[in-house]
């Protein structure tokens, strides 16, 4: 803790990844976000036969009052040679574990440091798990004589934080958290927790959750739990239970001190966090809204701040006409206090447009946050026509997001509320701050090109995922190859095109691949363009700039030296 009337330490998130429904990365969430999208589809064939389950009727035994939920496109897919992983040992992986492990390379990746380059160092991995949907259909399926040993390593919870020290080599904490739809909030405070006692210097933190099996959505749909529509109507007066989706996000977390002395580029602040239990509620899985009062005024508390200072509330808001108006109340009773006269505190949730993640629900919000904060804007919560009655809102200093609303830069900085309650009682409360100003400046001026820079080239595949055992080919042999892809360091494409500089480039034939090969193109002053080209059109017969470059939505690394091994270019 800090010390008596000081705010607690800052900590900077430095990157990001995600894959939600409807979105394949980060950059493709905050299109839904943005354009007001509902990602909530029909449960897939390939996960059960909807009709054989749906019954309209939650009571029926055996069936599920929903046909609905948020999906991730191929989520058992997985480039195992990548990772240095048989076939044998991924048949095995629950596919939250690979979920987990790409997405935590990606976000390190996004963090501008290649992955292969914290090997040794004290980074701290925090996944926050729930569900065992795998376990369920391996113990099923399989007979006593077939189960092995990479069954355990495979559908533990704890394998799958420590699977991804194991495979970055990273000596920091590995721990898995499941508090439930909490989970991953808790994990993001226990990470900052780890950073400020200095038990790691660097922290990835985030989530996963996957549907594979009706099991789970039974279960809930024979505790009333789930909206028929599939639907989260959070806060409104037809709010009648949540919508599951599944997903997986990933931040990386630094020493707010340490990233700006190291020159990372900062998305977003964490300036507090705080988590606690309901207690003896009204039963166990009743929100005790006195508990999530505290939560809060405690994150704030650490924060250093007052109610007023926050703008925006990502709420829990899974859509229950229970949960719906206990938090709404207890959020007006700590963030209403002491505002303006019309400066109401803003509230709405992603899952009115993904659903509820529920082990992964708190990183989602966390990364719509932050995507609100760079884009500065706050996209329109959904499904929200009639305030619900059970809310005092006449009493209540809050006002839904009804439609997307500018959040500029302003001379203020601009913060954020992000909650968490898992239906165990355990609650979450993360306070998030624009970057700094001057973390700003200089990602700007970073911007231009450097004197030295790497351009990777890279095959992209469409869905983004290699089937378990499928070794990754070279681009010329590569069917599923759509397009090149022009990845830059700290720059985007268009500037390097029109500049000359020295360079040199990587060509990946699959994004995955641990061990990149670098092309040397050329360590002289010459034409980007035509040099690129030329190369290209040797090697891959032709390349088409209208059609393959773009502002790159994946950065590689992000150092202006070519020599101190981040790219493997030794």
């Not at 226990?190 to 959750?209: F, P």
């Not at 990372?264 to 602040?269: C, G, L, N, S, T």
Request: glycine letters at 10%.
């Amino acid at each position: 803790m800090a010390s008596e009337g000081q705010p607690a330490p800052s900590f900077a998130i430095v990157g990001y990844a995600a894959r939600f429904p409807g979105a394949a990365d980060a950059d493709e969430f905050w299109d839904v976000l943005r354009e007001g999208r509902d990602a909530i589809s029909e449960v897939p064939a390939d996960r059960w036969d909807v009709d054989e389950f749906f019954d309209p009727d939650p009571d029926t035994p055996g069936k599920i009052a929903t046909r609905r939920a948020g999906f991730v496109d191929d989520v058992t897919g997985f480039d195992a040679p990548f990772f240095g992983m048989s076939t044998r040992e991924v048949r095995m992986l629950d596919p939250q574990h690979r979920l987990l492990l790409e997405t935590a390379w990606r976000a390190v990746e996004h963090s501008g440091t290649a992955p292969t380059a914290l090997a040794d160092t004290n980074t701290g991995v925090f996944v926050g798990l729930a569900t065992h949907d795998y376990l369920g259909m391996a113990s099923g399926d399989l007979t006593f004589p077939e189960i092995e040993a990479y069954m355990a390593i495979g559908t533990s919870n704890a394998a799958a934080a420590g699977r991804i020290s194991f495979r970055l080599g990273l000596q920091g904490p590995s721990v898995a958290v499941d508090t439930a739809c909490s989970s991953s909030l808790v994990a993001i405070h226990q990470a900052c927790q780890a950073l400020r006692l200095g038990e790691c210097d660097l922290a990835l933190a985030g989530g996963a959750n996957v549907l594979l099996t009706p099991a789970t959505m039974i279960t809930f749909s024979s505790a009333h739990m789930l909206a028929p529509d599939g639907r989260c109507k959070t806060f409104d007066a037809a709010a009648d239970g949540y919508v599951r989706g599944e997903g997986c996000g990933v931040i990386v977390i630094k020493r707010l001190e340490d990233a700006i002395n190291d020159g990372d580029r900062i998305r977003a602040v964490i300036r507090g966090s705080a988590i606690n239990q309901d207690g003896a509620s009204g039963g166990l899985t009743v929100p005790n809204g006195v508990a999530q009062q505290r939560v809060i005024a405690e994150a704030l508390k650490r924060s250093g701040l007052v109610a007023a200072d926050v703008d925006y509330l990502e709420a829990h808001g899974t859509g229950t006409s229970l949960g719906d108006p206990i938090e709404a109340q207890a959020a007006g009773a700590v963030l209403g206090e002491g505002r303006k006269a019309g400066d109401p505190l803003l509230i709405g949730s992603a899952k009115t447009n993904i659903g509820h993640l529920e082990a992964a629900a708190g990183i989602a919000g966390v990364i719509k946050v932050i995507l609100s904060l760079e884009n500065e804007l706050l996209p329109a919560h959904l499904n929200f026509q009639t305030p619900s009655p059970h809310i005092p809102w006449d009493r209540l200093a809050l006002q839904v997001v009804q439609e997307a609303t500018p959040w500029e830069r302003n001379g203020e900085a601009r913060i954020a509320g992000v909650s968490s309650f898992g239906f165990a009682g355990t609650n979450a409360h993360v306070i998030l701050e624009e970057a700094p100003a001057q973390a700003v400046q200089a990602a700007g001026d970073a911007a231009g090109v450097p004197p030295a820079a790497v351009l990777v080239l890279e095959c992209h595949q469409r869905p983004g995922i290699v089937d378990p055992g499928r070794s990754p080919r070279i681009m010329q042999q590569h069917k599923g190859c759509q397009s090149m892809r022009l990845r830059l360091a700290r720059h985007q494409c268009a500037q390097l095109l029109d500049q000359p500089y020295s360079f040199v480039a990587q060509f990946v034939p699959n994004r995955r691949r641990a061990q990149r090969r670098p092309i040397p193109l050329g360590e002289h002053r010459v034409d980007a363009t035509e040099h690129v080209r030329r190369a290209l059109g040797e090697q891959f017969g032709g390349w088409h700039p209208q059609r393959d470059v773009g502002v790159p939505d994946l950065v590689f690394g992000a150092r202006d030296s070519l020599t101190d091994g981040r790219f493997g270019l030794q």
